[in-house]
């Protein structure tokens, strides 16, 4: 835990490489301290076809999944090191943004559980 994953256009993936794009996240999460290293994952869903506002604008939104627990200053500390990295990285890319979720450690299981 956690999970970031990230939805974009597809054109953000030709301007940097989706590994050093998930690097970038997966060290913005790390730096927050909330999580053990090894715990963190980060995908890309790159799309072809999307619309945003009627425009084919490039985006990049992060949906980050993580275990209950932390606060409200710890979570919007998450999201704004997620999007200054972002932005730092494509700074002519008009929409980042990022959306935490949060799920209940009682209803969680994975395969080392059952």
């Known amino acids: 835990m956690p999970h970031f994953i990230l939805d974009c256009s597809e054109h953000i993936i030709q301007l940097k490489s989706p590994e ?3 690097q970038a ?3 913005a999460a790390d730096a927050t301290g909330l999580f053990t290293a090894g715990d963190i994952k980060v995908r890309i869903n790159p799309f072809k076809y999307y619309t945003v506002g009627n425009t084919k ?3 990049i939104h992060v949906f980050g999944n993580l275990m209950e627990g932390r ?3 710890q979570k919007a500390d998450l ?3 997620i999007v200054s990295t972002l932005k730092t990285i494509f700074p002519d890319v008009p929409i980042l ?3 935490l979720r949060e799920f209940e450690k009682s209803s969680y299981c994975n395969k080392t559980m059952v």
């Open 57 to 59: 604008d490039d985006f």
């Open 20 to 22: 050093e794009i998930i």
């Open 97 to 99: 943004s990022i959306n």
């Open 71 to 73: 606060n409200d200053h």
């Open 79 to 81: 999201s704004k090191k």
């Open 25 to 27: 996240v997966y060290n």
